[in-house]
């Protein structure tokens, strides 16, 4: 049974208040949603991790309680994070999935406070390589222009984000699939500024916390070699493999997840 939530804010650098959501007891674990969600992203796993974690699953900027800036730009996404980290007064394990890897490992350079991560395929380009297609995100603007918000989302999650029409099918019957259609118009922005993202190994050559990388045994091939070359470049990481999983394994394959993550952190660091 998930334990009684309670919601708190964190301010970030720029002075906006990103809303976090406690449930649980134990270690604190701090939770990072990818593009198009918030904070019920986890819902799925959230009751089998309550029973062993303290819990944080942040809705992140302009999205559920966290509130939004006129201007954008993926520096304050990783400010965020860090902020809610920090508000933890003790060591937390962060955990990201997809966008929300990506921000939760730049934001472990911005604190001191992580002593473990566990990134889900973020989404990182190899040099000379476009994640998105312009005419992708194009199309997925027109849907918006046009109020369809669905075949927004459903552009983004089959040609963005990789996943198979049968993963389609079941997330539409999980809590993400409304939290998808609400933030809908948040992915072109994000789509954009992960673009312009630069990965730059040699900012990471010392660093030191254990990372955790996951990774969908049927996810895209782009996202396999995103999780390669963040493990070439982190000097500690694993990286474990979900069978049958694809990218949104916390909604299609919540058991599998839960299980990988809580017995590799019981392995040491």
């Known amino acids: 049974m998930t334990s009684v939530a309670s919601t708190d804010r964190a301010t970030s650098s720029d002075g906006t208040e990103i809303a976090y959501e406690r449930t649980g007891d134990g270690p604190p674990l701090v939770l990072v949603h990818g593009t198009a969600g918030d904070h019920t992203d ?59 890897a990506l921000y939760a490992l730049e934001a472990t350079l911005r604190t001191d406070n992580v002593e473990r991560l566990v990134l889900y395929e973020p989404p990182i380009a190899e040099v000379g390589e476009r994640l998105v297609p312009a005419e992708t995100v194009a199309r997925i603007e027109a849907h918006l222009d046009d109020g369809d918000r669905e075949e927004a989302f459903t552009v983004f999650l089959r040609e963005a984000a990789g996943e198979s029409r049968e993963d389609i099918e079941a997330l539409k019957a999980a809590p993400a699939w409304g939290v998808g259609l609400e933030t809908a118009h948040t992915i072109p922005r994000e789509i954009r500024a992960i673009d312009d993202y630069r990965f730059d190994s040699d900012r990471f050559a010392a660093f030191t916390v254990p990372t955790l990388l996951l990774s969908g045994g049927e996810s895209p091939p782009f996202m396999e070699r995103a999780t390669a070359l ?21 909604n299609t394959a919540p058991e599998s997840f839960v299980e990988t993550v809580v017995e590799s952190l019981r392995s040491p660091g």
């Open 42 to 100: 986890w819902q799925r796993v959230r009751p089998a991790l309550d029973e062993r974690f303290a819990v944080y699953a942040l809705d992140r900027r302009g999205r559920g309680e966290s509130v939004d800036t006129a201007k954008y730009a993926l520096e304050r996404e990783l400010e965020d994070v860090a902020a809610v980290v920090d508000s933890v007064d003790e060591p937390v394990v962060l955990l990201g999935h997809s966008a929300g």
């Open 230 to 250: 963040v493990d070439k470049a982190l000097p500690n990481t694993r990286v474990v493999t979900l069978p049958g999983a694809g990218h949104e394994a916390m």
